[in-house]
C-alpha cells in the first residue's frame, strides 16, 4: 500500500500502524503510550500526524494506513500539538530528574549516583564517577560552599547527607598504584595554566587518548585561588595532581613552551568565574565539548504531607550514606524526559499542581518498585497486567492504582513498559 | 434459666454476606454484569459494603482490578454509607444562573455540617451536588429521597428541611380512600418529573382524598409531561359532556373548590354536607377569595396558549393528553403502531430509504444523518445485531430523552422496533441513567405490555420479525453519552471511549454490528414511516429536517419543555413561546447544547434553529438545552461552570481532555478571581484549541465550546475580570455587599444572614462585617428597600 508521508512516498506494509510505518522509514515520531506489542489505548497524542485531506490531527500509533493517505508529521501545527500534550503531562509530573544536590552543584555532580554505588560497596566505582565529574573533588569539597549539603531532601527532615565526608572518604581511599595510563591516540595537545579548568581539560583530553602537556607558570602547581589554598590540608591537592600525573598528564614550566605547530591544539582556558567546581566543569567542556542539555522536571516545595512520607523515608532509608536517591530511577530512560529535551521544553507553562505526592513509593516486589507521582497514566501497566495495575476515578483525578493485594500478580517485565520513571526496577 | 437468644439470632455479618449472595445469584457474577450487581448492591445496602465486595471478589468473575476501576469510574456508587436521607441539589446549568452553589452552602449551614463534611453528625441527612435533576424550568431544585422541591430559595432551606420532616411524619397516616358511582367526568393531571417536583403529587393525593370526600366520582388521569413547566401543577378538568377547562399552576388548597364548581356531589346529604365544608372553608381561609375558579379562562390559560402556538408535536404528539403506559390509548388515540404496522408490510431496505429520504439527523448532538447510519448497520454482517437506544442523557440543563422516556415510551419503543427491522437487529437494550428512576420504570412496564401484545417478541405482528430488549441503567458518566464509551459501561469497563473507526454500526456491542440512536431520534421515527419522508422533509430547512424538542430554561418568564420545527429563530422561541426575559431583564445570550455547545449572543438570535448554522456559529445543537442568559449573567462564569463540569465528567484517557480541561479551569479561576493578567485570556485561548483539535472523542472535542464562544463573543467580560471588574456581579471574588442610606434598621437582613455578618441594630443604619460575610446574597433578597446592593471589590485597575 503506498502512503505519502511529508510529501515522499512510502511503502505500507499490512498490518502495520502509521507510528511503525513512519519510523521504519526515518520519520522520527515520539511516542509514550504505545510500546511495541503491548495492548494500548491511544492518549497522550505526542504522536500526533496530521491527515492531509482531512486535516485533522490522528494518533499514528493506532491508526491504520490506507490507500494513498497523506500525511505530514513535521509542521508546525504538529510538532506544537505535540508540544502542548507533554507540557500538559509535565504539568500533572511531579518528579525531579536529577536530585536538587547535583542541579545545586555548579560541578554537576551526580552525587545520588555516587551514593548508590558506594552504598552497595562499589568503591572504585564511586570513585571513578566522582573523579571523572570533578577531577580534584577532594580540594573542591575544602573550597565549595557545598551547596548540595544545604540543599538535600533530607535536611527538610532532619540531618543532611555528609556529602563531603562520604567524597572525602572516597578520595582517601585511592590506590595510585592502580591508575593506569590510557592507550594514547598519537595526538598531542597543549593545556596552558594549571588552574581547576586546566586540569580537568588536561585529565578529560588524556582520558580521551590524548598525549597531553600542561605549561603552567613559573613551574609550580598553582590553583588560581591562592588565597583560599589554605583551607586545603597539606597533601590533598598533591595527591589529586598526582593522580593527573600517573594518567600520563606531563606538566612543564609555561616559559618552556615549543611551538605552537608542534601540537594539534593549544587549549588556553578563559575563566570566567571563580568558582573552582564551575571551573571544572567547564575545563570538561573544553575537552568532551557541551553536554546537551536536558529537560529537567523538578518538584516545587515539598507539602506537608509529603515531608511526612520523606520522613518516613528518611528513617527506613539503610545504605550507609543515609541518601534518599532522590533522582529519577528512569532519568536516562524516560521518554517524557527525552522528548521534553527533544521539543525544546524548559518547563511547563501551566503551573504544576501538589495533586499526587511526590516521594511516595510502593513497593511491587523486592525489586519493582511504584511511584505514582511520576506516572502519566498511559494505561499500558493496567492493560498488561491482569488483576493487577487499576485505574481508579476518573477525570483529572483519575489515577493508577496497584491494590496491596495485586501486586503478587505483577511481572517484572512490566516495568518495561512504563514510560516514565514511575514503574521500575530497583537493583 | 439462660437466655438463648443470641444463639439464634443471627450475626449481622452473616446477614449482609447472606443478602450479598442472593443478589449475585439473582444478577449474576459475570464480568460484563458488574454495573447490574453493583447497582443491585447500592440499592440494598445503601452504599457498596467492603464484605459485600470482598464477597464478589470470591465468588464471581469479578476482580479487584475491574472492580476498583468501574465503581469508582461511576458517580452513583458509594463507598461509604450516608445518612438516613440524601439531600440532592441539583447542580445543572439552569440551577447554577439562579444560584444553586449558595442553596447548597445554606444546606450546609442550616444542617451544621462541618466544613469538609457532607453528613450531619446525626447521620439523619447527607448533602450532595449532583448534576442535573432534569427540573431546569423550576430551579432551583432540590431533591430529598424522592421529594423534589423547586424554586428553592438559599432562606427558605429551613422550611424545605422541616417539609420533608413532617412528610416523613405524615407518611405513616397516608391513606387511600376509594369510592364507587357513577364516573362524573376526567382530571388530567401531568406527572412528569417536574410536575412531581412542583407538587402533583401533593395535587394527586387531594384530588383523590377530596373527590372522595365530596362523594364526586372523577377519573383522575395521570398523564405524561405537560410540557408548560412553568405553569405546573397543571390540571386539565374534562366534565361529562367533555368539555375542558385548564388549571394551571394550582394549589391542593384550591382543589376542593375546583371539584365543585364542576362537578355536583352525588347524594342530599352529602350536598349539604359538603356546602356546609365549603362554607366554612371560605370563612376560614382568605386564599379562596383569590381562587382560581373565579377568574376568567383567558386569563388563566391565555399564557399556555401562547406558549403553546409556534409548536409541532411530533415526538411530543398527544402531549397533555396520552395516559404514560396506556398501551391502548398509545394505539387508538396517538395511532400508535400503525407506523410499526407499515413498515412491517414493506420491506427492510423501503424503510432505510424512507428515513434517508426524510433527512432526519441524530439528535444526540453531532447531527449525523439517522439513515445513513441505518444503512451501514444494514449492511454489515453478524450473528446478532443491537439497536441500543441512547437515553444516557447527562447535559446538565437538558430533560427532553427523560421525559419522552417518561410521557411518551411506546413511541421511543416503536422507533426502536421500526430501527430494528430496518437493519436487521434482533436485540435492543434501553441505556437509561439510574438518575431517572422514574423513566426506568416506565421503560419497563411498557416493555413489558408491548410483549404482552405482540408487539415485542417471536414473530411481532404475525411477520417474521423477532425482536427482544432489555433496560440498562446507566451509573452516572457523561461520557457514557458517547457510543463507544456506552458500549464499554454495557460491556462493565469504564466508561472509556475508543478510536472510530471501526464504528460501532460495523463493530459495537460485543464486536458485532449496533447501531446506537437517541431516544428523541427514534421518537421521530414513527412520524416519518406513517406520514411518508416527503412530508416531514417538508418541515424545517435545508439541512435540518423535522422538529427538535428544546428545555426551555434560565432566565426566561414561561420555561418549559417546547417541540419546534427546525428554522424558528432563538428569538421567536424567547420571545414568542417564553415571554421574553424574566424580570424585565434584557437578553445577553442563550447558551446552547450544554457543555458541548456554546453561547450565541443577542446579537445573533435571528439565527434559524439549524444544526450547520449553530456549528458555524461555535455552538451545536448538543442534546438541546436551552438557558437564556441576562445581563445578570457573567459570561466568563457561565464559562467555567461548564468547564467544572467536563473536567469532572472528563474519562481521564486522553492527556489533552483529562489535564487540558483542568488547566483550562485553573486559568478560569484564576481569572474570576481577578488575579489574572491579559496573557493568561492567551493562553487560555491557546490551550482550549488544543484540547479542541486533539482530544480523541467527542467530549473532548466539544469541551472547549463554551469557553471559546464566550472568548469569542464576550472577551470584553474576559478583560474586564482581568482589570478586576465582574459587572453582572456574580464573581464572588470581586464583589461585596453594601448598605446604602435607604436602609431604616428593620433588621430583616440581620435575622436573615446565616452568619452573623450584619449586627441586629435596630433603628439604626445596618452595616455588613465582609469579614465574616459569605456572600450568600440573602440579606440583599429579604430587604424591602433595596437598601443591600453588591458592589465592586476593587476599584477598575485600568481607571
Given at each position: 500500500m503506498q502512503i505519502v508521508i511529508n510529501n515522499r512516498k512510502v511503502h505500507a506494509m499490512e498490518g502495520e500502524t502509521l507510528l511503525e510505518t513512519a519510523r521504519r522509514c526515518g520519520f522520527p515520531i515520539p511516542s509514550l503510550c504505545w510500546s511495541g506489542q503491548a495492548i494500548h489505548r491511544s492518549s497522550c497524542m505526542v504522536c500526533a500526524v496530521r491527515d492531509c485531506r482531512t486535516g485533522q490531527l490522528i494518533p499514528s500509533c493506532t491508526t491504520l494506513p490506507t490507500e494513498g493517505m497523506e500525511l505530514d508529521s513535521e509542521s508546525n501545527e504538529v510538532v506544537s500539538t505535540r508540544t502542548l500534550s507533554l507540557e500538559l503531562l509535565l504539568s500533572?509530573?511531579?518528579?525531579?530528574?536529577?536530585?536538587?544536590?547535583?542541579?545545586?552543584?555548579?560541578?554537576?555532580?551526580?552525587?545520588?549516583?555516587?551514593?548508590?554505588?558506594y552504598d552497595r560497596g562499589k568503591t572504585d566505582e564511586a570513585l571513578g564517577l566522582l573523579r571523572d565529574t570533578l577531577v580534584i573533588p577532594a580540594t573542591l569539597c575544602y573550597l565549595c560552599q557545598a551547596p548540595c549539603e544545604k540543599i538535600c531532601r533530607r535536611r527538610e527532615v532532619g540531618d543532611t547527607v555528609p556529602i563531603r565526608e562520604i567524597k572525602k572518604t572516597l578520595v582517601e581511599a585511592t590506590d595510585l598504584d592502580r591508575i593506569g595510563n590510557p592507550p594514547g591516540n598519537g595526538l598531542r595537545i597543549a593545556v596552558r595554566g594549571s588552574g581547576p579548568m586546566s586540569l580537568s581539560a588536561a585529565y578529560h583530553l588524556r582520558k580521551q587518548g590524548y598525549e597531553v602537556h600542561v605549561f603552567e607558570p613559573e613551574g609550580a602547581i598553582l590553583l588560581p585561588h591562592i588565597a583560599s589554598l589554605g583551607k586545603v590540608p597539606a597533601g590533598v591537592l598533591e595527591l589529586e595532581i598526582e593522580v593527573i600525573r600517573r594518567l600520563g598528564v606531563e606538566f612543564f614550566p609555561s616559559h618552556g613552551m615549543p611551538e605552537a605547530a608542534t601540537y594539534h591544539r593549544v587549549i588556553t582556558p578563559e575563566a570566567k568565574t571563580k568558582q573552582p567546581a564551575r571551573l571544572v566543569l567547564e575545563g570538561r567542556r573544553l575537552a568532551l565539548g557541551e553536554d546537551p542539555k536536558a529537560f529537567q522536571s523538578s518538584c516545587s516545595r515539598f507539602s506537608e504531607a509529603e515531608k511526612k512520607t520523606l520522613a518516613h523515608t528518611a528513617a527506613t532509608a539503610n545504605?550507609?550514606?543515609?541518601?534518599?536517591?532522590?533522582?529519577?530511577?528512569?532519568?536516562?530512560?524516560?521518554?517524557l524526559r527525552r522528548y521534553a529535551t527533544e521539543y525544546g521544553i524548559?518547563?511547563?507553562?501551566?503551573?504544576?499542581?501538589?495533586?499526587?505526592?511526590?516521594?511516595?513509593?510502593?513497593?511491587?516486589?523486592?525489586?519493582?518498585?511504584?511511584?505514582?507521582a511520576k506516572c502519566i497514566r498511559c494505561g499500558l501497566c493496567v492493560y498488561n497486567s491482569a488483576n493487577g495495575f487499576t485505574f481508579r476515578d476518573r477525570g483529572f483525578a483519575m489515577q493508577v492504582v496497584l491494590p496491596e493485594e495485586n501486586a503478587p500478580h505483577i511481572p517484572e517485565d512490566l516495568c518495561q513498559l512504563c514510560p516514565t520513571g514511575a514503574l521500575y526496577r530497583r537493583e | 434459666m439462660n437466655c438463648r437468644c443470641d444463639s439464634r439470632a443471627e450475626n449481622p455479618d452473616d446477614s449482609l454476606l447472606r443478602r450479598t449472595d442472593g443478589i449475585i445469584a439473582n444478577v449474576g457474577g459475570k464480568r460484563d454484569t458488574i454495573i447490574p450487581l453493583l447497582q443491585a448492591l447500592q440499592t440494598e445496602f445503601g452504599y457498596l459494603p467492603r464484605e459485600a465486595i470482598e464477597r464478589v471478589y470470591e465468588s464471581t468473575e469479578i476482580d479487584r482490578a475491574q472492580l476498583i476501576s468501574v465503581s469508582t469510574f461511576y458517580s452513583q456508587f458509594r463507598h461509604v454509607p450516608l445518612g438516613k436521607y440524601l439531600i440532592k441539589v441539583c447542580t445543572g446549568t439552569a440551577c447554577h444562573v439562579k444560584g444553586a452553589g449558595n442553596v447548597y452552602e445554606a444546606f450546609l449551614r442550616q444542617l451544621d455540617i462541618k466544613e469538609g463534611a457532607t453528613t450531619t453528625s446525626d447521620r439523619l441527612f447527607s448533602v450532595e451536588k449532583i448534576a442535573c435533576l432534569g427540573c431546569c424550568t423550576l430551579a432551583p431544585v432540590v431533591q430529598i429521597e424522592e421529594k423534589i422541591y423547586g424554586r428553592v430559595l438559599p432562606g427558605r432551606v429551613d422550611e424545605v428541611v422541616a417539609d420533608f420532616l413532617e412528610m416523613q411524619e405524615n407518611r405513616k397516616k397516608d391513606e387511600e380512600v376509594r369510592s364507587a358511582g357513577r364516573i362524573a367526568g376526567e382530571i388530567r393531571l401531568g406527572m412528569g418529573s417536574c410536575c412531581m417536583a412542583s407538587g402533583s403529587a401533593d395535587i394527586y393525593r387531594e384530588l383523590k382524598t377530596a373527590s372522595a370526600q365530596l362523594g364526586i366520582d372523577i377519573r383522575i388521569k395521570p398523564v405524561g409531561c405537560v410540557g408548560v413547566c412553568n405553569k405546573v401543577p397543571l390540571i386539565d378538568v374534562v366534565d361529562a359532556d367533555g368539555k375542558i377547562a385548564r388549571y394551571p399552576n394550582v394549589k391542593a388548597i384550591e382543589i376542593k373548590e375546583i371539584l365543585h364548581h364542576h362537578f355536583s356531589p352525588s347524594g342530599l346529604l352529602r350536598r349539604l354536607g359538603n356546602r356546609i365544608w365549603g362554607y366554612i372553608d371560605t370563612l376560614h381561609t382568605d386564599l379562596t377569595w383569590d381562587n382560581v375558579v373565579w377568574k376568567p379562562e383567558g386569563e388563566r390559560t391565555g399564557l399556555i396558549n401562547r406558549f403553546l402556538h409556534n409548536q409541532r408535536h411530533i415526538s411530543t404528539e398527544g402531549y397533555g393528553v396520552l395516559t404514560p403506559l396506556n398501551i391502548d390509548e398509545y394505539s387508538s388515540l396517538g395511532g400508535g403502531f400503525e407506523a410499526l404496522g407499515m413498515a412491517l408490510s414493506t420491506t427492510p431496505s423501503h424503510v432505510v430509504e424512507t428515513v434517508k429520504a426524510s433527512g432526519l439527523r441524530g439528535r444526540g448532538g453531532g447531527g449525523f444523518p439517522t439513515g445513513r447510519k441505518w444503512e451501514i448497520v444494514a449492511s454489515a454482517t453478524g450473528e446478532h445485531k443491537y439497536v441500543i437506544c441512547n437515553g444516557d442523557e447527562g447535559d446538565p440543563g437538558a430533560f427532553m430523552d427523560r421525559m419522552m422516556l417518561e410521557s411518551y415510551p411506546f413511541r421511543v419503543i416503536e422507533g426502536m422496533l421500526i430501527a430494528a427491522y430496518a437493519v436487521g437487529a434482533d436485540r435492543g437494550i434501553f441505556y437509561i441513567r439510574a438518575e431517572y428512576p422514574l423513566a426506568v420504570t416506565r421503560i419497563r412496564t411498557a416493555i413489558a405490555l408491548c410483549r404482552e401484545k405482540g408487539w415485542i417478541g417471536e414473530g411481532i405482528a404475525g411477520s417474521g420479525f423477532s425482536f427482544e430488549v432489555s433496560v440498562f441503567e446507566g451509573a452516572g458518566a457523561f461520557v457514557c453519552g458517547e457510543e463507544t464509551a456506552l458500549i464499554a459501561s454495557i460491556e462493565g469497563n469504564r466508561g472509556f471511549p475508543r478510536q472510530r473507526p471501526p464504528y460501532p454500526a460495523v463493530k459495537g456491542l460485543k464486536g458485532l454490528p449496533t447501531l446506537v440512536n437517541n431516544v428523541e431520534t427514534l421518537s421521530q421515527v414513527a412520524c416519518i414511516v406513517k406520514h411518508g419522508a416527503e412530508h416531514y422533509a417538508s418541515i424545517g430547512t435545508e439541512r435540518s429536517k423535522g422538529t427538535k424538542v428544546f428545555a426551555l430554561a434560565g432566565k426566561i418568564r414561561h420555561g418549559g419543555l417546547i417541540e419546534v420545527d427546525m428554522g424558528i429563530t432563538l428569538r421567536q422561541i424567547i420571545e414568542e413561546i417564553g415571554g421574553g426575559v424574566e424580570k424585565g431583564q434584557k437578553l445577553k445570550a442563550v447558551q446552547i447544547g450544554g457543555p458541548s455547545g456554546g453561547c450565541i449572543p443577542a446579537a445573533l438570535c435571528d439565527m434559524p434553529v439549524d444544526f450547520d448554522a449553530f456549528t458555524l456559529l461555535g455552538a451545536m445543537m448538543g442534546s438541546g438545552g436551552l438557558v437564556v442568559l441576562s445581563e445578570a449573567d457573567c459570561m466568563v462564569d457561565v464559562a467555567r461552570y461548564f468547564l467544572s463540569f467536563t473536567c469532572e465528567q472528563s474519562c481521564g484517557k486522553c492527556t489533552s481532555c483529562r489535564v487540558g480541561t483542568q488547566r483550562m479551569l485553573d486559568l478560569l479561576n484564576k481569572i474570576c478571581s481577578g488575579k489574572a493578567q491579559m496573557s493568561d485570556i492567551d493562553l487560555l485561548e491557546e490551550l482550549a484549541l488544543h484540547v479542541r483539535r486533539s482530544s480523541l472523542c467527542a467530549l473532548g472535542k466539544t469541551a472547549p465550546n463554551p469557553v471559546l464562544t464566550t472568548l469569542k463573543y464576550f472577551r470584553h467580560e474576559y478583560e474586564e475580570h482581568v482589570r478586576g471588574i465582574c459587572s453582572a456581579g456574580v464573581c464572588k471574588e470581586l464583589i461585596r455587599y453594601e448598605v446604602t442610606e435607604g436602609c431604616i434598621g428593620c433588621t430583616k437582613c440581620a435575622k436573615a444572614c446565616p452568619v452573623e455578618a450584619i449586627p441586629y441594630t435596630p433603628y439604626r443604619v445596618h452595616t455588613i462585617d465582609t469579614e465574616r460575610c459569605v456572600l450568600c446574597g440573602l440579606c440583599a433578597e429579604e430587604c424591602t428597600y433595596e437598601a443591600i446592593q453588591k458592589v465592586a471589590l476593587y476599584a477598575d485597575r485600568n481607571q
Open positions: 500533572n509530573h511531579r518528579a525531579d530528574c536529577e536530585a536538587p544536590c547535583r542541579t545545586a552543584c555548579p560541578g554537576n555532580m551526580d552525587v545520588a549516583g555516587m551514593n548508590r554505588l545504605g550507609k550514606s543515609g541518601c534518599l536517591y532522590c533522582d529519577c530511577e528512569a532519568k536516562t530512560s524516560c521518554l524548559r518547563t511547563s507553562r501551566y503551573p504544576k499542581t501538589s495533586a499526587q505526592e511526590a516521594f511516595r513509593c510502593q513497593r511491587v516486589s523486592a525489586s519493582v518498585c511504584f511511584e505514582p | -
